[in-house]
């Protein structure tokens, strides 16, 4: 899977391969898209301050809920395919 992004007023397109890009839930209420556990922790911790030793990789098909009215889900592979931008981010969170 490829994600084509462009820049019109430079005429540059940029492919951004999202192939190898994993979900990793941190502390039970978040997760992150990211290359490597690894790379999730670290953006996890330097964005949260919350200190995280260890991520448990979700699959692809996980479904997770679009937003607060809870009646439609999206599988967070699908979110993961449409935003990754080549860096880590949070692809859900969970406040309960």
């Not at 005429?11 to 951004?16: C, F, K, P, T």
């Not at 209420?29 to 030793?53: C, P, R």
């Amino acid at each position: 899977m490829m994600n084509i992004k462009s820049f019109p007023m430079t005429g540059i397109q940029e492919e951004l391969k999202v192939k190898g890009v994993k979900i990793f839930e941190l502390d039970e209420l978040d997760a992150v898209a990211a290359q490597t556990e690894k790379e999730a922790i670290s953006f996890y911790t330097e964005l949260t301050g919350v200190e995280v030793t260890e991520a448990k990789e979700i699959p692809r098909d996980y479904e997770v809920y679009e937003d607060e009215s809870m009646e439609k889900k999206r599988s967070v592979g699908s979110l993961v395919d449409e935003d990754w931008d080549g860096e880590p981010f949070i692809v859900y969170t969970t406040n309960y």
